[in-house]
């Protein structure tokens, strides 16, 4: 019996190494996805915490109309056109505009009431921003992401094969095994910290990377395909596929880097010469559709973009965090409501993309979601950190301190399977493990045995 298990799986002492060998690679930047996705969890406080200044200013008198606050934006960045105009929450104060320079979105902050412009910054250079693109592009673009792809599939073998040298193989009674013993000295006190908190993390660890394939480059992308070919589960994809720019997603649709100037004259907040607006009648529809935009009710923030096409309609839409309540109406210049889109009407992996997505930023069911999440990436820290010093210790001076490989070296015929079904599912794990094996044999072969 004991023989016919080790021809299906590899011996313990190769799954050890499998695992030390994963670790080494994927602890540094699962540290760095702790620290950082820690941060983003709070984006919504940070944000409201950069910009309290802007929302308490001294009122002066009555707001003006969104229209001329538009038309105060585009005068202070010269040579810009409208993008987006986010609608004022209650107790903030600077209206925000983001316009359109060449290929870059900037924000404007102004006061309603004096049209006084207090701030600019482009929305790639916020904070936020910065920590996002630290945290799923290494802020490499789509190079960084697709290295981002390669540790998550190989986070996954991490926690597969650290499971399998967890489970408790005769040992009797629960210490160490799901609570550490502290009472315990040296090595075996950072072995439990490791392993107990591996354990109780790997469930959260595992949704958490799956949830976070969507937005990969190239699993990202192989999804989309699926959403081409199978258009019943998928109808409006609502994420960013690798490095998107954020104007792009500012617009909810792909914007050209520099704008054909040509027949732009009566699009909505098109400036010429020095930022003066052309054809004001341009943006004469703005307020009634922020009005009716105001009277809707969407989770904040919530922005009006203008048509993409000269006599289209408006776009209201909530870009809240909480994915599931998100809303996207279509409003004529006029403010009659022609059409709404909620969260209930998009394809299935949208709608599982989007409860994933939201959980994993910490918004999905409010403030205890990001304490749970807070909680996850306290305990990677502390298992990334017990593993890095039993490896210290276990490493010797000039060597890496991997198991060596077991004399047979089988692998068995149920890892292989599990590998390639890994493999397939994980195209970047996939080619990993087929450059690894041909690694493996040209080196074996030129080592005598």
Not at 171 to 196: F, K, T
Not at 216 to 228: D, I, K, N, P
Not at 258 to 271: E, F, S, V
Request: aromatic share 8%; net charge positive; charged share 15%.
């Amino acid at each position: 019996m004991r023989e016919g298990r080790s021809a299906f799986w590899p011996d313990y002492r190769t799954i050890w190494r499998w695992h030390m060998l994963a670790g080494l690679f994927c602890l540094p930047f699962v540290a760095l996805l702790a620290l950082t996705g820690a941060i983003y969890l709070f984006k919504p406080q940070i944000d409201d915490l950069i910009d309290w200044r802007y929302d308490h200013p001294a009122v002066t008198g009555a707001p003006a109309a969104p229209s001329a606050e538009v038309r105060a934006a585009l005068e202070v960045v010269p040579g810009s056109r409208f993008m987006a105009y986010e609608l004022p929450r209650p107790g903030h104060g600077a209206a925000r505009i983001i316009v359109l320079r060449g290929g870059e979105a900037i924000r404007v902050y102004v006061d309603p009431s004096s049209l006084t412009v207090l701030k600019q910054v482009a929305e790639e250079a916020r904070f936020e921003r910065l920590v996002f693109k630290l945290h799923g592009q290494l802020l490499l673009g789509n190079v960084g992401s697709v290295i981002m792809e390669m540790v998550a599939s190989w986070t996954i073998v991490l926690i597969v094969t650290g499971l399998y040298l967890w489970w408790p193989r005769g040992r009797s009674g629960l210490a160490g095994v799901l609570y550490p013993r502290l009472g315990l000295a040296g090595r075996a006190r950072w072995r439990d910290l490791h392993a107990v908190s591996g354990v109780w993390l790997s469930l959260v660890l595992a949704l958490f990377l799956v949830s976070g394939l969507p937005w990969s480059f190239v699993w990202g992308h192989a999804l989309q395909s699926v959403e081409q070919r199978v258009g019943r589960l998928m109808t409006v994809q609502d994420w960013e596929i690798g490095a998107v720019p954020v104007r792009d997603t500012i617009a909810g649709h792909r914007v050209a880097a520099h704008a054909d100037m040509d027949g732009r004259a009566g699009m909505p907040g098109m400036a010429m010469g020095g930022g003066q607006a052309v054809a004001p009648d341009g943006l004469a529809g703005l307020d009634d559709v922020v009005a009716t935009g105001a009277r809707l009710g969407l989770s904040a923030p919530v922005l009006v973009t203008p048509p993409a096409a000269v006599g289209a309609a408006w776009q209201v839409r909530s870009d809240t965090q909480d994915r599931p309540l998100r809303v996207s109406v279509q409003v004529a210049p006029d403010g009659t409501v022609l059409s709404r889109q909620d969260f209930a009407g998009k394809g299935l992996v949208d709608r599982a993309v989007g409860y994933g997505v939201a959980a994993h930023e910490g918004q999905l069911f409010g403030w205890p979601n990001q304490v749970l999440n807070l909680l996850v990436a306290g305990g990677l820290a502390t298992m990334s950190i017990a593993a890095t010093i039993l490896w210290l210790r276990r490493r010797p001076p000039g060597g890496w301190g991997v198991p060596a490989a077991s004399p047979g070296r089988r692998v068995g015929v149920g890892a292989v399977t599990v590998m390639a079904l890994l493999g397939v599912l994980l195209p970047e794990l996939g080619i990993s493990l087929l450059l690894l094996a041909v690694a493996a044999w040209v080196t074996g072969r030129r080592v005598r045995p």
